[in-house]
């Protein structure tokens, strides 16, 4: 088992109980103030039996928002990237993450207990363990800890602490139970669950329907076994573009938007308009920057299959590896070439050995291609992509939030010319060292 550790750091007060009083509040003349209180006046057995008959009938019914009113907020230490990758889809989580430039081969990784006890465990640790030495080569040779991560596999131990809300901690599990979710995603959700549960049985117990339920807000999901829409995409538009458009509403600001108004004046009537502004990206990316890309949860997601894009690896070899320039240009380049083949070779070997594709999974390193659809519509245009094209955001998503800005410049000009770093947009910079981006293009 993993060393994992789960802390559930705060929780809104009586949290079932609460959500109970808002849930009644709906159909009863008192507010949920005094329903509250009139709750907490009753002996405990019959305030449980009451709290558990209106959960069922309410949030066990698929009605969501009676989950909506409690948050959980948990610290997890020494869990494993693969997890958080599942952590940070639902986009009705939050999230503070420690950074992967962070990590030190003397953290450890976590390996399953299947692979440490197979005929290739201790090759898989060993093959592990060159991984992170290689990434502290290059980082004692001058290359960004932000780079030479890529290399470093996805059972790299990182820290999270993560907050939600019933409904979304309720999707979550049920996310999890999937297959082709790791075990190890199971174990700390399950975790997570179970302190949450103590705190709020009845929230959190599966009453049937309320786990197969539309009430969740879909997300997108890595760890499915395929997803038939990108792989027909991928045949659709073949090359090694980087960024496509593959549609947008071209029409839509002929009825009235002032994006002037929206930015120059903050004008929020216009920034909601904006909202009705779509552009559909197909966009390919290392897992570095997927992990980045799915934490702005505005923009929608839809995933390649982790498991379909090895299977590409597995075919299209050096096409589907993803190479900082500062390390391509540098005497490590080779190196790093041939230690992601390995990691890739080591998982198949794992995977003809008889070890699950989901135990397997763990071994591959960030550096691998991905594709992903993405919906970005009219305010993040400016938002998000004002934020990534900044000189100072990590280089792979600076350079696809320069493609997008791009090619909504030769869609929207009127929007394409606010598609710019904060400090073009906003006419000041926000960061606490200012690059002096702005100063240099006028000059």
Same mark, same amino acid.
């Given at each position: 088992m993993?060393?994992?550790?789960?802390?559930? $750091?705060?929780?809104?007060? *009586?949290?079932? @109980?609460?959500?109970? &009083?808002?849930? /009644?509040?709906?159909?009863?003349?008192? %507010?949920?103030?005094?329903?509250?209180?009139?709750?907490?006046?009753?002996?405990?057995?019959?305030?449980?039996?009451?709290?558990?008959?209106?959960?069922?009938?309410?949030f066990?019914?698929?009605?969501?928002?009676?989950?909506?009113?409690?948050?959980f907020t948990?610290?997890?230490?020494?869990?494993?990237?693969?997890?958080?990758?599942?952590?940070?889809?639902?986009?009705?989580?939050?999230?503070l993450?420690?950074?992967?430039?962070?990590?030190?081969?003397?953290?450890?990784?976590?390996?399953?207990?299947?692979?440490?006890?197979?005929?290739?465990?201790?090759?898989?640790?060993?093959?592990?363990?060159?991984?992170?030495?290689?990434?502290?080569?290059?980082?004692?040779?001058?290359?960004?800890?932000?780079?030479?991560?890529?290399?470093?596999? $996805?059972?790299?131990?990182? *820290?999270?602490? @993560?907050?939600?809300? &019933?409904?979304? /901690?309720?999707?979550m599990?049920?996310? %999890?139970?999937?297959?082709?979710?790791?075990?190890?995603?199971?174990?700390?959700?399950?975790?997570?669950?179970?302190?949450?549960?103590?705190?709020?049985?009845?929230?959190?117990?599966?009453?049937?329907?309320?786990?197969?339920?539309?009430?969740?807000?879909?997300?997108?999901?890595?760890?499915?076994?395929?997803?038939?829409?990108?792989?027909?995409?991928?045949?659709?538009?073949k090359?090694?573009?980087?960024?496509?458009?593959?549609?947008?509403?071209?029409?839509?600001?002929?009825?009235?938007?002032?994006?002037?108004?929206?930015?120059?004046?903050?004008?929020?009537?216009?920034?909601?308009?904006?909202?009705?502004?779509?552009f559909?990206?197909?966009?390919?990316?290392?897992?570095?920057c997927?992990?980045?890309?799915?934490?702005?949860?505005?923009?929608?997601?839809?995933?390649?299959s982790?498991?379909?894009?090895?299977?590409?690896?597995?075919?299209?070899?050096?096409?589907?590896?993803?190479?900082?320039?500062?390390?391509?240009?540098?005497?490590?380049?080779?190196?790093?070439?041939?230690?992601?083949?390995t990691?890739?070779?080591l998982?198949?070997?794992?995977v003809?050995?008889?070890?699950?594709?989901?135990?397997?999974?763990?071994?591959?390193?960030?550096?691998?291609?991905?594709?992903?659809?993405?919906?970005?519509?009219?305010?993040?245009?400016?938002?998000?992509?004002?934020?990534?094209?900044?000189?100072?955001?990590?280089?792979?998503?600076?350079?696809?939030?320069?493609?997008?800005?791009?090619?909504?410049?030769?869609?929207?000009?009127?929007?394409?010319?606010?598609?710019?770093?904060?400090?073009?947009?906003?006419?000041?910079?926000?960061?606490?060292?200012?690059?002096?981006?702005?100063?240099?293009?006028?000059?």
């Amino acid at each position: 088992m993993s060393d994992f550790k789960v802390t559930l $750091l705060g929780v809104t007060e *009586n949290p079932q @109980t609460l959500s109970v &009083a808002a849930a /009644l509040g709906c159909f009863e003349e008192k %507010s949920s103030a005094q329903l509250m209180e009139e709750l907490m006046k009753l002996p405990e057995e019959e305030r449980l039996k009451k709290e558990r008959g209106v959960l069922k009938n309410s949030f066990g019914r698929g009605h969501g928002s009676v989950g909506d009113q409690v948050h959980f907020t948990f610290s997890i230490e020494d869990l494993p990237r693969v997890v958080t990758f599942e952590l940070c889809l639902p986009e009705y989580l939050e999230h503070l993450q420690q950074s992967l430039r962070r990590a030190k081969a003397s953290r450890g990784f976590y390996l399953p207990e299947v692979i440490k006890n197979s005929a290739l465990g201790k090759k898989t640790e060993v093959l592990m363990l060159k991984s992170f030495e290689l990434y502290e080569k290059m980082v004692e040779k001058g290359i960004p800890g932000e780079d030479a991560r890529f290399l470093l596999p $996805l059972y790299t131990k990182t *820290n999270i602490t @993560t907050t939600g809300n &019933a409904r979304e /901690l309720c999707h979550m599990w049920q996310m %999890s139970q999937r297959k082709g979710v790791p075990s190890i995603v199971r174990a700390v959700v399950d975790e997570m669950i179970s302190l949450a549960k103590g705190k709020a049985p009845y929230l959190f117990e599966d009453y049937g329907f309320n786990y197969e339920t539309l009430a969740w807000y879909p997300s997108a999901q890595l760890y499915s076994l395929r997803n038939p829409l990108i792989n027909d995409l991928l045949k659709s538009f073949k090359g090694d573009k980087r960024v496509t458009l593959i549609g947008h509403n071209a029409n839509f600001l002929r009825w009235g938007i002032s994006i002037e108004k929206a930015v120059k004046e903050r004008d929020e009537t216009e920034l909601a308009n904006l909202k009705h502004v779509h552009f559909e990206f197909f966009i390919s990316l290392s897992l570095v920057c997927l992990h980045q890309a799915i934490r702005q949860r505005t923009w929608n997601h839809t995933l390649e299959s982790i498991y379909d894009a090895v299977k590409s690896a597995k075919r299209e070899k050096q096409t589907r590896i993803i190479i900082p320039p500062s390390i391509k240009k540098s005497e490590f380049n080779s190196a790093f070439q041939k230690q992601h083949q390995t990691m890739l070779n080591l998982y198949c070997e794992l995977v003809k050995g008889g070890i699950s594709q989901e135990e397997a999974i763990g071994v591959m390193p960030h550096s691998l291609k991905i594709h992903t659809l993405i919906h970005v519509n009219g305010w993040n245009a400016i938002n998000s992509i004002g934020k990534r094209t900044c000189l100072t955001a990590q280089w792979e998503i600076r350079a696809i939030a320069r493609k997008m800005a791009k090619i909504i410049k030769g869609v929207y000009p009127e929007l394409g010319k606010f598609a710019e770093p904060q400090c073009i947009t906003l006419g000041e910079c926000p960061e606490v060292e200012d690059c002096y981006y702005k100063k240099k293009r006028r000059s």
